[in-house]
């Protein structure tokens, strides 16, 4: 069986440009099939970082902030636009320590993921971090409202299965450690 072909691109332009941090552009396309679509939107961002940090104690560094796409605040893993000039660790050590203050440990990558392959360019890079420690205060820039929570893993349990954790990539990063290392008894 062969797998499905690539769409063949007939135009292309951009309808918004918002660099860095994101652009939106309109594709004509034709599909092997012979089916066109005049119309098809993609979402051109950069690429994403975020850190499934866990203490010496095996507590999890999670934060909780407003997301206005929404209209709510949740649970997440610290995150952010990763940053050309920088290594995907190195983007997700900054964002860790800005957005909790929590360093140092042993980094290791985690998941490549896809927010959404269909519309989405980026690539997402998950970096677990074990036996973190505070190290400094948080580094908020002026449009961020974060609060951290370090919590033990039987509670970040509770909150995934409660649905607390509403990004999906940061619920997937979270599942996997624990279909990995165990369920908190």
Known sequence: MQDPQPWKVLDRRYVLDRRPYMMLREDTVLLPNGARIDDFFVFEYPDWVMTLAVTRDGEFVLIRQYRHGIGAVYY??????????????????????????????????????????????NTSHIFLATDVERIDSQQLESTEDIVVQVLPGREVLRI???GEVFQALHSAALWRYFAEFGLPG
Request: glycine residues 10%; negative net charge.
């Open 76 to 121: 997440e893993l610290a995150a952010g636009v990763a940053e050309p000039q920088y290594s995907m660790l190195e983007n997700a050590q900054r964002e860790l320590l800005e957005e909790t203050g929590f360093g140092g440990g042993h980094w290791q990558p985690w998941i490549q993921a896809s927010a959404n392959p269909s519309t989405h360019t």
């Open 160 to 162: 995934l299965r409660a």
